[in-house]
C-alpha cells in the first residue's frame, strides 16, 4: 500500500489540446506495471477538449457542474453532476463544459505499453460546440 500525500502542482491544458481555460490535476500514476492515469479536470465555461481518442477508453465522473461530451457521428449529450460516462476504446470523442457553466470530471484512463494515453486531432469546430 502506498499513500500519496503530495501531487504535481495543477497544470493547465495545453492550447493544442483544448479550446478555452481547463486545468489539470495529476490524481494518481502509480508505476509499472499499473498504467492507470487519473485526473481531476476543472473547465471553465465554453471550455472543451479538442476531438481525442484513448487506447483503452476512458471513464469520466462528474463531479461538479454540466457539461457536454460527443462521440464523432452522434449528437452532442448533456452531462452533470453524479454522471458516469464510458468511452469505447478507439473512440473519436470530445467533452468539456457546458457553455454558461462550470465543470469538473474525473478522468480514468490506462496508458498503451508505450505510455500513450491519447491521440490528439482537431479542435471541434465553433460552429459544432452548442452555445
Do not use: C, K
Request: aromatic share 8%; glycine share 10%; hydrophobic share 40%.
Amino acid at each position: 500500500m502506498q499513500i500519496t500525500r503530495q501531487r504535481p502542482g495543477t497544470a493547465q491544458g495545453a492550447a493544442e489540446n483544448f479550446t478555452g481555460t481547463v486545468w489539470l490535476d495529476e490524481i494518481a500514476a502509480p508505476a509499472a506495471p499499473s498504467r492507470l492515469r487519473m485526473f481531476n479536470v476543472h473547465f471553465a465555461p465554453g471550455a472543451h477538449t479538442a476531438w481525442h481518442r484513448h487506447p483503452h477508453g476512458q471513464v469520466l465522473h462528474v463531479l461538479e457542474g454540466e457539461g457536454l461530451v460527443q462521440r464523432r457521428g452522434a449528437p452532442v449529450e448533456a452531462i452533470r453532476a453524479g454522471d458516469t460516462v464510458w468511452i469505447e476504446p478507439g473512440e473519436w470523442h470530445w467533452h468539456g463544459a457546458g457553455p454558461r457553466t462550470f465543470m469538473t470530471h474525473l478522468a480514468v484512463v490506462e496508458a498503451a505499453e508505450d505510455g500513450t494515453t491519447a491521440d490528439w486531432d482537431a479542435h471541434v469546430a465553433p460552429e459544432d460546440y452548442p452555445a
